[in-house]
């Protein structure tokens, strides 16, 4: 039989497609760009889906002149808001070309040697927690999908009988994943008080678990979303040794911090956890989706996920796979962008461009301290910072935070803090430039 060519290649458009992947990393996104409404979408985009399909160079045109204008471009030097994303250009170039190979990474089979690299890059992030060379895990799509999946191996580990009702005790300032799991898991979120920083100590969660039952897991923050906090991670390790609980650390964001060796000692503790978790595409330089979730015992892992099928008897269960240790069976390498990122440029450079982001996040913090009618109110603790306007009401504070966005000066977004509605600033990006932050900052009082 001979088949048809249903999908001919085309190559002046992949030309074009390849050519503006290159634009795009060599001169970075329009930070004007932002969301549009769903009227406006669908004027541009209804329709575009046919029996017949359309010339491929307007079918790209829909992307790069309608989709892309209508996202917000986080990975802006002036985008400050939520935790956002800083890829080099070695992992974006590296992303754009991971599609086309076409990896099957979900097990050794498919994709040993995706696999393997990717497992190079999980175990520098596991030396620099100090964790014991038998440590591994998995990349998964982000810290929500990183969180669920160690906490599942958390209570599958659990050595006593089922209680009640499963618990999970975790800091006040806990990232909105963990209730997300808890729920999806049918457990309950005990909250934990934290200091006038948002840091949680071990005598409070003590405290706090003398007062309950049923907890089999404590997760402590490495850089809590708001405020960056960092919670006692060795008086918590202590504590979950002591009453045998599984210490999971969230460390999305702010594990990044790890591979400054002037940073690493606000994280001693790490080393006796049983799982932390740390995304690439937030302060780790790689794009999105990447979280790198890590188990001191890869076997907990493995006795919690997994799939079992007939038709997958054919696998090596020896071998590493990777869907052994999260809530998925196929994935991309989604490691291999961070890893060709690490090659490419080196570990000392991702340790030079944390301290540098640091430092941008104290120079921003000092200039707020320095401008009347501007008040420091935290930070930085690792590269966040709030702050407040004590001349403006809240409508006037969300009226400026838009203008900026509108403008393309400046994405910085209020967040509420001790009950008060105050602005809040993460620098993940090293390219950030304090001073242009800092004019745009003293238009506010
Ligand atoms: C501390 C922390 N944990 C978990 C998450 C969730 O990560 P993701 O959005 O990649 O699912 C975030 C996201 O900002 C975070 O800051």
Known sequence: MTQDTVFPPNPKALDAMLD????RIQRGPDPRHG??????????LDGAITAKGMDSARAFAL???VIVPSTRPFDHPTSLAFVASAPSPAALGFDAVLGSAGIFAGNWDGGSGAIYAENQALAWLSSLAGWPATSGGVFVSGGTMGNLSALHAARTAYPGPRPDRWRILASAEAHSSITAAARVMDAEVISVPTDEGGRMDADSARHALSQTSGVFAIVANAGATNCGAIDDLAGLARLAAEQGLWLHVDGAYGLAAMTDPTQRAQFDGIEQADSFTVDPHKWLFAPYDSCALLYRDP???RAAHGQRASYLDTLDGQAWNPSDYAIHLTRRARGLPLWFSLVTYGTEAYAKAIRQTRDIAEAIAQGITDTPGLELILGPQLTVLLFRAPGLDDDAIDAWAEAQRRSGALLCLPT??????????CVVNPNTDPDHVLTVLRTLP
């Open 63 to 65: 992307f790069s002149d």
């Open 35 to 44: 969301a549009q409404s769903v009227a406006a979408l669908a004027a541009r």
């Open 299 to 301: 076997a907990k892992g």
């Open 20 to 23: 503006w992947a290159n634009q």
């Open 416 to 425: 509420r803090w001790r009950g008060e509605k105050v602005l809040r600033i």
